[in-house]
């Protein structure tokens, strides 16, 4: 009789726990040479001691109940399921049938699993029994169902809920009925972790259930530099210099005691597209968290003496970043790059624009621009309906919508007939601009084209996987894992031109058009060469698989001309997923990507599918939408010794075939 390698999954093994099992056969696999099957329960037994070790999970979890080891194996059946689909659409059947092999082990520890309609069964039983409905009873109808992990995973019941007890469902997401008392309505997500809550003025809550140790708050404003002209030029930056002073409630020392009472964090920020007012605070100072955020922007009081003082600090904060090149340079970048305003407007407040600040002004600009409709507050690590409940205690429910509507974002004061509105989109324009500075101790070269948007969703992965792959830095770094060392500018530039001090892929994205290119530092008079560089790395990546052509590589005898190959796409690729999932570890990232997603988009895009679209990329699209950079005009600023540059770039761009 032969002898069985591996723990019975079923009759001699079913007095033994998944624990054990997992144990004997890795040993049983170590001695048999099986790699896949090493690898995968290897990969069990650390997820199982991860959890084990993690203050929020370890109390509750042994890993010898099968229950509880089950739900870890769930994960990793999901993560197989999800690998599959994104390597199917990316054309890798070898990895496809990888991940095939090693999901039928996981699926080997665990018994029979329960079919759709017994889980739906289940259901339904419970909710009759409790006499529950709507989606927000699916809490209590999941703890009472009480179905081992082992028998069906938890997202099986929750699907199985929802599709019995919600609505149509609007995209992703499920939506609660509109409640007739207060015209409100709630759409949920699949997972049943993020809620959107549309209170009856339009304005929007949204939250995501993730429980820890403080609760990170945040307001968005649908307003920025890009709706400014020259009355309201500056407002936007100014708005996030008043923020947290005097209200009608509260005065600006009352406001300080308050930020000083709470031990969390309180900030405001303004962009070209947003102001945003967040806080991370304690759960038992959520109310006050949020008294303030809603004084401040609700209520501000624009005092004079407040004006006063930004008159004398605004000046000085320009001058400081003037100052700075890695800070001034991308800011002259979208000027030159929109020469017709919206992105290209000033991110701060010009000087100009100082003596012409009224207490007045700055009120009609509140009223204008901060409406309900273009509102969304956002909170990660707390109950939606409580966040809802003391939204409408501090008075967003009362915040009244007016005219123009929503859909409406051309500049203010400006009359429809004479500036394109913002569904049109910014209009691009590139052009040159050099700043001669010969003392200063190094050349520093921006050469930008114009990209997709956020709204392009597609083109939005493969610009942040060609930003990746690029890569790049400064010419010292302390390397290690995930440092970049292996990008395209690291291996290909900064290895083999000493002289080249810094070289980088930046990629400044909004929801209708992007910003892409390469910056660059060198020492003087080296400047000219320092942008044949990076017109041949941004050439090489849209030839694709092909050779570049002599005239291109008169300057880079070391450096291969091909594009990138497969496996520099795929490390560029797991380079951004890396990135993407230790960023969301951050709760104030979570925070501000929730209420960004919900401001532009009216959805969050959970990690996985994001995680999807990036897997499915391939060297083939990466070389397309690089080409697709060369067909715009493009930007060009330098700055320090540009004497030869000045001169000679014309010449530079035609032997890529740039447009300048």
Not at 113 to 122: F, V
Not at 197 to 215: D, I, K, Y
Not at 514 to 530: H, I, K
């Amino acid at each position: 009789m032969p002898v069985r390698r591996y723990a019975d999954s079923s009759a001699a093994g079913a007095t033994q726990t998944i624990n054990v099992r997992l144990k004997q056969d890795l040993k049983a696999a170590m001695r048999a040479k099986e790699k896949i099957r090493l690898t995968v329960v290897k990969g069990i037994l650390s997820d199982i001691l991860y959890v084990e070790k993690n203050p929020s999970t370890g109390a509750s979890f042994s890993r010898d109940s099968d229950a509880d080891v089950a739900g870890v194996i769930q994960r990793g059946i999901k993560q197989r399921n999800d690998s599959i689909q994104s390597y199917k659409d990316g054309g890798r059947q070898d990895l496809v049938d990888i991940e095939k092999a090693e999901l039928e082990i996981l699926e080997g520890y665990l018994p029979k699993q329960l079919s759709s309609e017994q889980i739906e069964a289940r259901v339904k039983e419970v909710v009759g029994r409790l006499g529950v409905s709507g989606i927000k009873a699916m809490g209590t109808v999941m703890r009472e169902v009480d179905i081992s992990p082992a028998l069906a995973p938890k997202s099986r019941v929750a699907e199985r809920f929802k599709s019995t007890n919600t609505t149509a469902s609007v995209g992703v997401d499920a939506r609660i009925p509109l409640n007739a008392n207060t015209l409100e309505k709630t759409d949920v997500s699949a997972d049943g972790n993020t809620y959107i809550t549309t209170l009856a003025n339009g304005l929007r809550v949204v939250s995501e259930r993730n429980p820890g140790h403080f609760t990170a708050l945040g307001v968005y404003v649908d307003a920025g530099s890009r709706y400014e002209d020259r009355k309201s030029a500056g407002s936007a930056h100014l708005m996030d210099r008043l923020a947290f002073r005097n209200s009608e409630r509260l005065s600006s020392v009352e406001s300080m005691t308050m930020i000083e009472s709470l031990g969390g964090s309180i900030m405001s920020s303004s962009s070209r597209e947003c102001i945003m007012y967040q806080a991370a605070v304690f759960p038992h100072d959520v109310p006050t968290a949020l008294r303030l955020l809603a004084e401040t922007t609700l209520r501000p009081r624009f005092l004079l003496e407040d004006i006063e003082e930004l008159r004398m600090t605004v000046p000085w904060e320009i001058q400081d970043v003037e100052s700075k090149p890695e800070m001034f340079l991308p800011e002259k970048l979208h000027e030159v790059a929109f020469q017709t305003g919206t992105l290209g407007n000033p991110l701060l407040c010009p000087v100009s624009q100082l003596s012409m600040v009224t207490p007045d002004l700055l009120h009609a600009y509140h009223k204008r621009w901060y409406r309900p409709e273009r509102i969304v507050v956002a909170a990660v690590g707390m109950e939606h309906e409580r966040l809802v409940s003391l939204c409408k205690d501090n008075g967003y429910a009362d915040l009244e919508s007016s005219l123009p509507d929503a859909n409406e974002k051309t500049s203010w004061g400006a009359e429809s007939q004479n500036k394109p509105e913002y569904r049109d989109g910014a209009v691009y324009t590139g052009g040159t601009w050099f700043d001669s500075k010969p003392n200063m101790d190094f050349t520093q070269v921006y050469l930008g084209f114009k990209s997709s948007g956020v709204d392009d969703e597609r083109r939005l992965y493969l610009y942040a996987t060609l930003q990746m792959l690029l890569g790049g830095g400064g010419s010292f770094s302390a390397g290690g894992p995930g440092k970049g060392m292996y990008s395209r500018l690291y291996t290909r530039v900064l290895n083999q031109h000493a002289w080249i001090e810094s070289c980088v892929a930046f990629h400044h994205c909004y929801t209708d058009i992007g910003l892409f290119g390469v910056s660059a530092s060198c020492g003087p008079r080296n400047e000219f060469a320092l942008l044949d560089v990076i017109a041949t790395e941004l050439e090489a990546v849209a030839s694709g698989r092909r050779r570049l052509s002599l005239r291109s590589s008169l300057r880079r005898p070391y450096a291969s001309q091909e594009g990138p190959t497969s496996i520099e796409i795929r490390r560029a690729k797991n380079q951004l997923k890396s990135n993407l999932l230790m960023n969301l570890e951050s709760r104030m990232v979570q925070l501000e990507d929730l209420g960004r997603q919900v401001q532009v988009s009216g959805r969050k895009v959970p990690a996985d599918t994001m995680i999807h679209h990036i897997e499915s990329i391939t060297v083939e699209e990466i070389a397309a939408v690089a080409r697709e950079l060369l067909e715009s005009p493009a930007t060009l600023l330098a700055q320090g010794y540009i004497e030869d540059i000045e001169k000679f770039y014309p010449q530079v761009a035609k032997n890529h075939g740039i447009k300048i």
